[in-house]
């Protein structure tokens, strides 16, 4: 059985780490850090020393990603990808992402020199959350050989484009093709905070992530007439602003009658804006969640059902389009239920359940296996300076790896894998 030993102490070395890295920052103060900006290479160079007296190659690929392998029994043999993003939010929290590399190369270095059957790659992908261009995925696209001329020619706030920016971090957009994975990847892991309250309100430190939900984004537009506000009676109006809001309260009322299914009317813009003049013009965002992808698709139907209703009763015109339809992605089974497994072993009540948010595992999961482990956020906070960790539950997802990893090690269906790669 791999050592389990002294699990705490190393839970608040990862604590200790991910504060670390928190200080690479473009902002002073706070949390601000994207596709390879200098805080980037900062936060490499502190990783890379990690993993080398692990005992890990590192090295950093054409897309800005991370990468330290920790050999297996056989130096050239298969290797279980173990990892998440560095990039970050503004004003970000220390752990998103961050939290899931870390525990990578805490998992190396708590096999104490021990070789499995297969290799341990550690990845920090170098772009998550979308913030400079405007697109996510950028680090774990490269791996599934989704980093196209469209891609690499979008530009961020400054004029400068995805290749600008690889060729001012020193890196060759040409060599983008070899970042891709090889065909020794058995699979892909991911240990994740769960940036929600679910874990939290079940007073359950880990668990077992079964899909990623896909996610409608759509902008929907109410025309009406612009007026005077004093001298238009209201049976006269034709009042955009209103006609939105009583479409938002029908959004809600929807979500609440379909389990599991979650939407969000984010943002709202009125024309002209004048407190004094009816607005003519109400434009709002829908973001529409869920692990079913028809189940999400009948949402939308309805949604857009009320949105004609409200507008036809209103005498309002209305236009809507579809900004993003990102199909819901189902982690490897086997993965999963090995999950399962190792935080029963690891002393804890596993908790099955869908992730609303995107991670890097849906976009490795179109090439190989993929599985999320997700620790507790304390009060389901992300994406803000408040967001926290407890050592305890960074200790049990370390235990909860090492009973994977052995559980992995002999397992047949792996063996399986190892030989086909």
């Known amino acids: 059985m791999l050592a389990l030993r002294n699990m705490t102490i190393r839970a608040e070395e990862v604590i200790a780490r991910c504060r670390r890295l928190a200080t690479f920052s ?40 991370l990468r330290g392998v920790y050999a297996g029994a056989t130096s050239d043999g298969p290797r279980l990808l173990v990892g998440s993003h560095l990039d970050t939010v503004p004003n970000a929290g220390a752990y998103d992402g961050v ?55 979008r530009r961020d706030a400054n004029g400068i484009s995805v290749r600008a920016a690889m060729e001012q971090f020193e890196l060759n957009p040409g060599e983008i093709r070899r970042a891709g ?5 058995l699979g892909y892991l991911e240990f994740h905070i769960e940036q929600g309250p679910v874990l939290d309100a079940l007073r359950k430190p880990l668990g ?20 005077h506000a004093g001298t238009t009676p209201m049976d006269l109006r034709r009042d955009a602003l209103v006609g939105a809001a009583e479409w938002i309260v029908s959004v809600e009322r929807i979500a609440h009658d379909v389990g599991e299914l979650v939407a969000t009317t984010g943002h709202i813009e009125a024309r002209p804006g004048a407190v004094n003049v009816i607005a003519g013009l ?4 829908l973001d529409l969640r869920h692990r079913s992808d028809g189940i999400r698709d009948e949402a939308v139907a309805a949604i857009v059902a009320s949105a004609k209703e409200i ?15 990102q199909k819901a992605v189902a982690m490897d089974a086997l993965l999963a239920g090995e ?28 090439k190989i296996p993929a599985g ?27 235990e909860c790896g090492m009973y994977l990893l052995e559980q992995l090690a002999g397992s047949r269906e792996i063996q399986k894998r190892i030989r086909r790669a």
């Not at 261009?133 to 469209?150: K, M, Q």
């Open 99 to 153: 939290l899931g590399v870390v525990l990578g190369v805490a998992l190396v270095e708590a096999l104490e020199g021990r070789r499995l059957p297969f290799g341990i790659e550690v990845i920090g992908f170098s772009e998550e959350e979308g913030v400079r261009f405007g697109t996510p995925f950028i680090g774990s696209r490269a791996l599934v050989g989704r980093v196209d001329e469209e891609l690499l020619n």
């Open 311 to 325: 507008a036809k009763r209103r005498d309002l015109s209305l236009e809507y389009q579809t900004t993003l339809d």
């Open 339 to 366: 999950i399962e497994a190792a935080i029963r072993s690891a002393g804890c009540e596993p908790h099955r359940m869908t992730s609303g948010a995107g991670h890097d595992a849906m976009i490795l999961a179109e």
């Open 26 to 65: 473009e902002d002073r103060p706070g949390l601000r850090r994207t596709f390879l900006s200098a805080p980037m290479r900062a936060c490499h160079a502190e990783i890379s020393g990690w993993l080398k007296a692990a005992g890990a190659e590192v090295r950093v690929d054409a897309a800005g990603n």
């Open 282 to 285: 109400a434009r709002v965002t």
């Open 208 to 227: 077992v992530v079964e899909a990623i939900a896909g996610q409608t984004r759509m902008v929907f537009t109410f025309f009406g007439h612009t007026n």
């Open 372 to 398: 999320m482990v997700f620790l507790r956020t304390p009060g389901g906070i992300s994406h803000d300076p408040a967001e926290t960790v407890e050592v305890a539950d960074v200790a049990k997802a370390l």
């Open 181 to 185: 994975l090889r065909d020794d990847a």
